[in-house]
């Protein structure tokens, strides 16, 4: 089957390993002044423009999950795979000044992480734990899902095994290679490589969006072909158009999302790395253009289903991978040497998000866990090491949930992950503009949010794919005591269970004149630009022993 497929493994490898020696240069790139820092190695040097921020965002954002899981939700559910489009679009009005502020609260007092500000905004650092863990724990599922748009296109070129450990190889291999170009550029790795991966998916999109609906017979054919196949289901579910039970789903789903999008630390990581707030207003007016790409790349899964595309085989007896459909839509439609180009480019945009997950999620290690509470006098060279080990041990942790979760569809993993950092909404979101919710009444609704949407996830099942847990986030509203076949986001339901605790809890410790702590910032921090002057990072906690008890 390997030999079948040569062509495209020869221009896969070929631009793989292109964009992996760009890696490795990328060390050298806008002169880093210290690598052996947090601020150069984490955040690029915190001055990247306006064209880099776009790449490095949008790449960060628009991901394998983007190319790979979305169309095969769309071939296999309908028109509830469109989800992705609403939320991306409503997403930049709602962060336009909520990223600014934070931008430039953290240029002004060093912060590399969301907890950072919180721990001070706060000052409780076990509320700056939470949100560092909670960040981590959501950022591991999104890592896996990039690596499971690789495996899909491994798979397909036929380079993967039966055997457990044969199956999984190539995506180990390539895990290595992301994890050691990573270790030594850090952020510049991802952002010089996002402009290769950007323009090779403008380009693959483009081209299929033009040359597929000619080829299949137009774009009547296409739509006929999806509706017929959904009405012919045994189990109809939405087909081309959402049915009546799953319109609250959708809704909540896309407002959840967006809600959760800007919350991820890597997507923190990539706003915090720009030069001024100039640039990140200018950023978040243009990438509305990539849910224009996000658009067409969700109809891939309706052209998949008019060429009459089948999924390979998956894991377990009797089931399919739908990860596969988009890598076997371009085998099957285009010639060899195309499809080796729009294999890489999935596989490229598996990389970038990856490298940058890794890192936030790294320096969330770093800077609240090692720095708070294993050596407070860590010095920057040391900071900048255990964040270069801890990134190489969660992308570690990423293969083993490929390995050892082996989800059916690679969206499950990411939706879950959106209802873990939902959590953090509260303290960092809402922090951004008022200090009125108590520490204590943070912690106590992060720990209500997290048992509601753990619990809820728990309960989903999916008979079609032998899941019994965690197979979803649409919760049935009749678990409830309604009435109704109609389901609901389970993240949305999680952080509004989080919102009522904080807010009662707070009313309570406020009338019980309880020490809400000292807020480290002021309300010009928030306003700072490019030239302001500096808080020396840390000097605010150097006042420690003077301060009231923390929460």
């Excluded at 850090?186 to 403008?202: E, N, T």
């Excluded at 006929?224 to 959904?230: E, G, I, L, T």
């Excluded at 289903?305 to 285009?334: C, E, M, Y």
Aim: aromatic content about 12%; charged content about 15%.
């Amino acid at each position: 089957m390997m030999r079948a497929h040569l062509t495209e493994i020869i221009v896969f490898t070929f631009l793989f390993l292109l964009v992996s020696a760009m890696g490795f240069v990328a060390a050298r790139w806008r002169a880093p002044r210290d690598m052996a820092h947090l601020d150069e190695w984490g955040l690029g040097g915190r001055n990247f423009g306006g064209w880099i921020t776009w790449f490095l965002v949008g790449g960060d954002l628009y991901t394998a999950y983007t190319f790979v899981a979305v169309p095969a939700l769309v071939f296999g559910a309908g028109a509830m795979g469109f989800f992705a489009v609403p939320y991306t679009i409503v997403i930049y009005p709602l962060v336009f000044l909520v990223l600014c502020r934070l931008w430039s609260v953290s240029h002004r007092h060093g912060y590399v992480t969301p907890a950072d500000f919180v721990r001070n905004r706060f000052d409780s650092p076990i509320l700056a734990l939470l949100v560092a863990i909670t960040g981590i724990l959501a950022t591991m599922p999104y890592i896996a899902l990039q690596l499971v748009g690789i495996e899909a296109v491994l798979k397909t070129m036929g380079v993967t095994g039966e055997s457990t450990i044969a199956r999984h190889l190539p995506i180990i291999i390539a895990f290595a290679i992301l994890a050691a170009y990573t270790y030594q550029s850090g952020l510049r790795a991802p952002a010089l490589i996002a402009f290769v991966k950007d323009s090779l998916i403008y380009i693959v999109i483009l081209v299929a969006i033009i040359y597929l609906p000619y080829k299949l017979g137009g774009w009547g054919d296409i739509f006929n072909a999806a509706d017929a196949k959904f009405k012919a289901s045994p189990a109809p579910g939405d087909g081309i158009l959402l049915n009546a039970n799953n319109q609250l789903q959708y809704i909540t789903l896309a407002f959840g999302s967006a809600l959760a999008l800007f919350l991820y630390p890597h997507s923190i990581t990539g706003v915090l790395a720009s030069r001024n707030r100039d640039v990140i207003k200018r950023n978040m007016s243009a990438l509305p253009a990539y849910s224009l790409l996000l658009g067409l790349i969700a109809l891939l899964g309706y052209m998949a289903i008019a060429a009459g595309v089948k999924p390979l085989p998956g894991a377990t007896q009797g089931s399919v991978d739908g990860n596969t459909v988009v890598p076997l839509l371009f085998d099957q439609q285009f010639p060899d040497w195309f499809a080796g180009v729009a294999y890489a480019a999935i596989g490229i945009g598996a990389l970038v998000p990856a490298a940058i997950m890794s890192i936030a999620a790294a320096n969330l290690f770093t800077r609240n866990i090692y720095k708070e509470y294993l050596k407070r006098d860590a010095t920057p060279a040391q900071e900048a090491n255990v964040s270069k080990i801890t990134s190489l041990v969660v992308k570690v942790g990423a293969v083993a949930c490929i390995v050892f979760l082996d989800p059916q569809f690679s969206i499950d993993l990411q939706l879950i992950g959106g209802v873990i950092i939902l959590q953090t909404l509260p303290a960092v979101a809402l922090g951004l503009y008022t200090r009125w919710f108590h520490r204590t009444a943070l912690i106590a609704g992060w720990a209500a949010g997290m048992a509601m949407g753990m619990w809820m996830l728990y309960q989903i099942a999916n008979p079609a794919t032998g899941k019994k847990h965690f197979a979803g986030s649409a919760f049935p509203l009749s678990e409830f005591g309604f009435d109704t076949k109609k389901t609901i986001y389970v993240g949305i339901v999680a952080v509004l269970v989080n919102l009522a605790v904080a807010a009662l809890l707070t009313l309570v410790l406020r009338v019980a004149k309880v020490s809400g702590g000292v807020d480290h910032t002021t309300p010009d921090d928030y306003f700072a630009d490019e030239g302001d002057p500096r808080v020396v990072p840390g000097a605010e906690r150097d006042a420690d022993s003077a301060r009231e008890p923390v929460a």
